[in-house]
């Protein structure tokens, strides 16, 4: 089992539609969340991190844990073709331990016009 | 303020010879990572600095990879005796502490092995 475990896509979805990202972690300890975009050629762009059960929003980006099911989605509402990219789910391990990231092996959203 | 370079942007070498990639991190950062990604993956950890000791090196594949951090500012990913397999983009990162929660990532380098 993949330690952090994200469907490759792409997730096609018209514009002004809501995209939902979905990520599965396996260590039951895992304690910070992160969600980064990364356009083709370039490096990974921190949009936002959760550490929290519930819904964490930062315009138009809303992050949810749930802990208990070891998930933890990234929602995009008015998607924007300048959304398209790939969204990387990240997970920072637990306490005690070297602050390096995890990451899944992303999703490819594509916003169609 | 600036973000984290890497130089050089692209590097092409031989089978056999050796590389060196450097990251300057962001002003007063002390926390510097190394990724690697590979076509269709997730950056994979390879070494984590804080301040100018190695806190972490438990990603670095085997011991042709090394990388140093004297004065806890630039930091070097030597490669040495390089493998067509360590074509790859080589990502550096740096947080303002080892805890802080935000790693801000350069533009990476390319290293192509021929």
């Given amino acids: ?113 | 303020g600036a973000g984290v370079s890497q130089t050089p942007s692209n590097k092409v070498t031989e089978k056999g010879k050796y590389v060196e990639l450097r990251c300057d991190p962001i002003s007063g950062h002390t926390a510097l990572y190394w990724y690697r990604q590979s076509l269709g993956q997730g950056p994979e950890f390879l070494i984590y600095f804080q301040g100018t000791g190695a806190a972490d090196d438990s990603g670095l594949p085997n011991d042709r990879f090394f990388a140093v951090r004297p004065e806890g500012s630039v930091s070097t990913l030597k490669i040495q005796r390089t493998e067509r397999g360590d074509s790859a983009v080589y990502l550096c990162a740096s947080s303002a502490t080892g805890t802080s929660n935000e790693q801000y990532f350069g533009p990476g380098t390319r290293l192509t092995v021929t």
């Fill in chain 1, 1 to 113: 089992q993949k330690e952090v475990e994200q469907n490759s896509g792409p997730l096609s979805v018209p514009e002004g539609a809501i995209a939902s990202l979905n990520c599965t972690y396996s260590d039951r300890g895992s304690q910070s969340f992160f969600w980064y975009r990364q356009y083709s050629g370039k490096s990974p762009e921190l949009i936002m991190f959760i550490y929290s059960n519930g819904d964490k929003e930062d315009g138009r980006f809303t992050a949810q844990l749930n802990k208990a099911s070891q998930y933890v989605s990234l929602l995009i509402r008015d998607s924007q073709p300048s959304d398209s990219a790939t969204y990387l789910c990240a997970v920072k391990p637990r306490p005690g331990t070297a602050s390096k990231l995890t990451f899944g092996t992303g999703t490819r959203l594509q916003v169609t016009l």
